[in-house]
């Protein structure tokens, strides 16, 4: 039977964070149930020990030991956990708060949130005796009541990150030269950031490379030849996987229907969707319910 982890009733009040927030806990856990799906507004670090199967987005990823997890407030994910006990830190943020500081981008530019990475890093023994005691930090600091404790917060979360940061390979960071690569970057941020759709008052606005183009105020023609120069896949073809990968989520992960599933992807009628998903799966979206 698959195992939920269940946070304490610490992690419990992380909904009500308002901009410009952060709060730090320790981990508790008990078992029981299956995986929840969950979407949140805001960042996450996790310091973990234990071993566990991250489901995040549509895939999964195994980690077994002391490891770093960074939690894309876009993208839903789960834990299912494997082993007995599961101890840690974790940390919570928005955005905002993040940059309130100049040093912001390192992070919210790095592999360790983009969409398609692995947001999970194994840490050695010498490496977590450099990071636990920042998260120990951040739990103290955070009910301190010391006039630039929110500098101090953001200090020890920097050097968290950029110690994460040094096990990434170097080369997966990959800044905009030129205007094709912006006009691409910004086409894929503006894709991302459409998802999770998380109600059906929200629905998937932007569709087609037109949509996009029209947003973007460039041709069609232009955004076409910038993303496929840059990425060597079709505009149409990036907006195809992002909407099927979050159709799987949906459909694995909620007990929307069909249609409702539909109509959040911005297909007019369920038989579109249904035609859609199967050319481009080959197996229809009832084939994924559970």
């Known amino acids: 039977m ?22 730090a806990y320790e981990i508790v856990t008990t078992v029981s149930g299956s995986p929840t799906y969950t979407r949140r507004d805001f960042y996450k670090i996790t310091l973990s020990n234990c071993h566990m199967i991250i489901h995040y987005a549509d895939k999964s990823i195994e980690m077994d030991g002391t490891f770093l997890f960074f939690r894309n407030p876009h993208v839903p994910y789960s834990i299912e ?20 500081s100049e040093r912001s981008e390192s992070f919210l530019e790095s592999p360790l949130v983009k969409i398609g990475s692995t947001p999970a890093l194994l840490v050695n023994s010498q490496q977590k005796e450099f990071i ?40 997966r960071f990959v800044k905009p030269k030129n205007a094709s690569s912006r006009i691409t970057a910004l086409f894929l941020d503006l894709l991302e950031r459409q998802f999770p759709i998380e109600t059906l008052e929200h ?15 460039v041709h069609v023609n232009h955004l076409n030849y910038a993303v496929k120069e840059i990425t060597g896949k079709s505009t149409t073809v990036h907006i195809s996987e992002r909407i099927i990968s979050e159709a ?43």
């Open 2 to 23: 698959n195992n939920q982890a269940n946070s304490s009733t610490k992690e419990a009040h992380t909904g009500d964070l308002k901009p410009l927030s952060f709060k």
């Open 81 to 100: 956990l494997l082993s007995a006990s599961y101890t840690g830190y974790a940390c919570v943020f928005t955005e905002e708060f993040l940059k309130a």
């Open 132 to 171: 636990e005691p920042l998260f120990k930090k951040l739990l103290v600091e955070q009910n301190s009541e010391y006039v630039f404790k929110d500098e101090l917060i953001r200090n020890c979360l920097n050097l968290i990150i950029h110690e994460a940061l040094k096990l990434q390979p170097s080369d």
């Open 203 to 217: 629905p998937l606005q932007f569709r087609s490379a037109q949509d996009f183009a029209q947003c973007l105020s």
């Open 248 to 290: 799987k989520a949906l459909l694995h992960y909620t007990d929307w229907s069909t249609a409702q599933i539909a109509y959040a992807l911005g297909f007019d009628y369920p038989s579109y969707f249904n035609n859609y998903f199967k050319r481009l799966t080959g197996v229809v979206p009832s084939s994924l319910r559970v």
